[in-house]
């Protein structure tokens, strides 16, 4: 591994590692700190919609924290078992974290727009979380790391979205547009780079 690319991973593993264990953050600062800043009274007090949100941000940042492991060959080949049990904490955290991701989009921060960003990137990373396992239970090893990097580049999102949400909203000076914007660019880019790094490693889906 050349140095450019080793520090590539090692800024790839550090941000998911830290954005990971950011929902921790939830716990011990005042609730009015966050996204939860931007939410109505009656809302944070809907038992349900915390439901969605604690279980969508807990497992989400569990899937974030333990999946850039399984991009490395060397930890692969040291134990396949590990990587295969890793392999199936990321996706029940991700089918729940997607899930709840799923519900808690209708209750979005701008609108329309911004649920509709939040619930498209939701349903795909269900999406290939789920093709990812079922190609890995067919032995398709090719269909499964090509749609495992769609699945990571979805979950990364939530690395992505707090890169651009404080920019966007000191472009605007206004949160609601940031974030309107940000539902879409948190994840399209990320699943357009996906694109080319499957082409790049020839893993063809379908």
Known sequence: MGSTNKLAWIVFAVLAIAVGLYPLTYFVLDREFGLLASKSDELL???IWNIGFYG??????LA???GWIQFSKKLRKANLQRHRTIGKVYVIAAVVSGLCGCYIAFYATGGIVATLG??????LWLYTSLQAYF???RRDIQLHQAFMIYSYAACFAAVTLRFWLPLLSYAFGDFVTAYRIVAWLCWVPNIIFAFFWVRRRGLLLG
């Open 64 to 66: 974030l924290l333990i």
């Open 56 to 61: 969508h941000i807990l497992f989400g940042g």
């Open 45 to 47: 007090a809907d038992t």
């Open 135 to 137: 190609a890995i239970k």
């Open 118 to 123: 939040f619930l498209g990137l939701g349903v």
